[in-house]
C-alpha cells in the first residue's frame, strides 16, 4: 500500500511536470475533446428539445383527440347562422364524446391590437362553456399570456365586444394557437354568413376502438357524401406520434454517429500523445518496472490522465451549454417552455450523460498502446 | 554494423547448491536473424563477489539483465536463491538489487525518496527503510545529498546514491553493471568498501566489469574473452 502511494505520487509529480513542461499536450486534449463533446452536446440537446415539443404539442392536443375541420362557404348549403348543420358524425356518438364550434372567417383585435381568432358555439355546446362564463358578457377570451379573469374589450369588423379572460384547458386546448374569442351562435350573423370553419372536437372514450380506426371511419363518412366539394380536415395525435417515433430512430442514429465520432477521435488523438510521452517517459517507466512495480500500476497512470482530461473536457463543455442554454437554442428558434427546466434538465438526460461514457471508451482504447508498450523488456530499454 | 559476439558453453561445471544462482544451458539473442549474444551458457554464481569482465558488446551486461528477469532467455534456465523465476516481479522486488550502467536513478524524487520507494515495494517497514538508509548513505558517503535530487549530483554521487539504493533492500542477489565507469579512484574505493560490507561471504554479488580496480575485490573472476576467439584476433592485432 505504501510503495502504491509513494509510486502513485511520483507518477502524479512526472505527469504534472510534464504538464507544465508541455502545456500543449494536456491543452490539445481538453481543446479537441471539449469541442467535439460541445458538438455532441448542442446536437443531443436540440434532439430532447424537438422530443420534448412535440409531446408537449402531443399533450395539449390529446392522443383520444379527432378534430375535423371542414370549410363552410358563404355559398354553401350548410351556411345556417341559427340552426345547427347536420351532425355527420353521429353514427360515432357511442365511441366518443363531441364538441361543435364554428371559426368565422373574420378576425377580431384586442385593445392591445394582438390579433385573435374568432368562433361561435350554438346551444348543443353551451354545457361545455358554462364553467367559463362571466356574469358581465358572453364572450370568452382564451389566452395563454392575458391575465385571467380580466375584461377586455375585443374589435371584429365593425363590432365591439367585452370578453372575460380565461385560460385554455379541457376540450378548446387542441385548438389554441393563438388568442381566441368564443360568442354564442348569431352574435354576428352578418359576418358568420361569409362563412366559417365548421370545427368538431371528438374525445375518444378510453374503451372505444383505436384512434386509427375511427380517423378512417371519419373520412368514409365524409366520402359517403357526394355532395362535398373539397373533403374536411381530419386530425387526430396519430401524424405527432409517427413523427416522433421518427425523430426517435433519427436521435438513435446520430447518437451512434456521434459516438463512432467522439470515441475514435479521442482514441486516435489520446492515443498518439499517449504513444508520444510514453517513448518519452520510457527510463522512467523502465526504471520503476525494474524495482518490481507493477505493469498495471504502469498502466493505470496513463489511463487515468486520459480519463481525467477526457471528462473534465467533456464535462466543461456540457456545463458551459447549460450556462448558454436559453441564448443558444432560443436563437435556434425554440419555444421558452420547451426551453425550460422545470420539465427535466436536458443535461443530465442519459442522451447527454452518454457522452462522458464515449470519452472514457475513447480515453480507454487510446490507453491500449501503453500496455502493448509495458509488455516491452526492462532490459531492451534500460543500459 | 556490429554484431554481437557469442558466449559459448562455459567450461565450469554447473552445481546448482542451495544459495547459488545458477545459469543453465541459457542461450540468447535480440533479434531472430542475429547470431546468439549468449549461446548455451552455464555457469552457478555462489555467494561471495564475482566479477564478470571482458570486451565491449561481449554479453556481459546481457547476462546480467537475464539473471535479472529484465531479459528472458531464449533457450535455457536460470534458478534464483529463493527459487522464484528471475522474470518474477516478487523476485525483483525483494531479492534482487540492480545497478545499471547509468541513469539510475528517479529524477523527480531526492535520494532519499528514490531509496524508500525501492524498500517499500520490497515491503520493508518505513523504521526499517529509514535504518538502512541512514546506514547505506553513510557507508558510501552522500549522507549529505540524501535530500537532493538527482540533477544536482555528480556523476559519482549518482552512481553511489543508485547503489545505496539497491543496497538498501538488502537483497539476496545484487547485479551491478559497470558500477565504476568514468569514476575516479576515490569514488571507487568507497563502492569497493560498501561493497565489501554487503556481501560480507553470505550474498550474491556479480560485477559486470572491465574495470581492472575492481578485481581485488572479486572472489571469483568470470573471464568472457576467454570464449571469444574473435577477441583474441583483436589482441593479435594490437
Sequence with gaps: ?383 | MSVPLPIRPSPTVVNGGQGTMTCHEVSFRYFRQQPWVIERFSYSFAPGITLIKGASGCGKSTLLRLMAGYLVPAMGAIVTPSGRQPADPEFQRRDLGYVFQQLNLLPLASVTRNLTLAASLAGLPPETTAMRSAKWLRLLGIEEFASRLPQSLSGGQQQRAAISRALVKEPQVLLLDEPTSGLDDLNTRVIIRALQEYVNGARICVISSHDARLESLANEILDFNRFLPVERHLEALV
Excluded at chain 1, 456545463?319 to 443558444?328: P, Q, R, V
Aim: charged content about 20%.
Design chain 1, 1 to 383: 500500500m505504501r510503495s502504491s502511494i509513494l509510486i502513485a505520487s511520483y507518477l502524479w509529480k512526472d505527469t504534472w511536470k510534464r504538464w507544465f513542461e508541455q502545456p500543449g499536450s494536456p491543452l490539445s486534449r481538453l481543446f479537441v475533446t471539449g469541442l467535439l463533446a460541445l458538438v455532441a452536446t448542442v446536437i443531443l440537446v436540440a434532439f430532447h428539445l424537438l422530443e420534448r415539443s412535440i409531446r408537449e404539442r402531443l399533450e395539449r392536443f390529446g392522443l383520444n383527440t379527432i378534430v375535423v375541420r371542414e370549410s363552410v362557404n358563404s355559398d354553401s348549403r350548410d351556411l345556417t347562422v341559427f340552426t345547427d348543420a347536420p351532425d355527420r358524425l353521429a353514427a360515432l356518438s357511442d365511441h366518443g364524446q363531441k364538441l361543435r364550434v364554428r371559426q368565422l372567417f373574420v378576425r377580431g383585435t384586442t385593445e392591445w391590437q394582438d390579433g385573435v381568432i374568432v368562433l361561435t358555439y350554438g346551444p348543443e355546446s353551451f354545457d361545455h362553456f358554462i364553467e367559463f362564463l362571466s356574469p358581465e358578457t358572453p364572450g370568452i377570451l382564451f389566452s395563454e399570456e392575458l391575465p385571467p379573469d380580466a375584461l377586455v374589450r375585443v374589435n371584429v369588423s365593425r363590432h365591439a365586444t367585452l370578453a372575460v379572460t380565461r385560460r385554455p384547458q379541457g376540450w378548446l386546448r387542441p385548438l389554441i394557437t393563438e388568442d381566441m374569442l368564443l360568442v354564442p351562435q348569431g352574435t354576428w350573423p352578418d359576418e358568420e354568413r361569409l362563412g366559417f370553419i365548421e370545427t368538431t372536437i371528438f374525445q375518444r372514450n378510453p374503451d372505444a376502438i383505436p384512434v386509427a380506426h375511427l380517423v378512417s371511419a371519419m373520412t368514409t363518412f365524409y366520402a359517403m357524401d357526394r355532395d362535398r366539394r373539397s373533403p374536411p380536415q381530419v386530425q387526430s395525435a396519430l401524424p405527432m406520434i409517427r413523427e416522433l417515433e421518427k425523430l426517435k430512430e433519427r436521435q438513435v442514429q446520430w447518437r451512434n454517429l456521434l459516438a463512432a465520432i467522439l470515441g475514435l477521435a479521442v482514441s486516435l488523438v489520446y492515443g498518439s500523445i499517449a504513444v508520444l510521452e510514453f517513448r518519452q517517459n520510457l527510463f522512467v517507466t523502465a526504471l520503476l518496472r525494474s524495482f518490481g512495480a507493477p505493469r498495471q500500476f504502469l498502466f493505470w497512470r496513463h489511463l487515468i490522465e486520459n480519463a481525467l482530461l477526457a471528462n473534465l473536457a467533456a464535462i466543461s463543455a456540457v456545463a458551459l451549454m447549460a450556462a448558454l442554454h436559453t441564448a443558444i437554442f432560443g436563437t435556434l428558434g425554440f419555444a421558452k417552455p420547451v426551453l425550460d427546466f422545470s420539465g427535466g434538465n436536458p443535461y443530465a438526460s442519459a442522451e447527454v450523460l452518454s457522452i462522458l461514457i464515449w470519452v472514457n471508451v475513447g480515453a480507454l482504447l487510446s490507453s491500449i498502446p501503453i500496455l502493448i508498450g509495458l509488455r516491452t523488456p526492462v532490459g531492451a530499454t534500460l543500459n
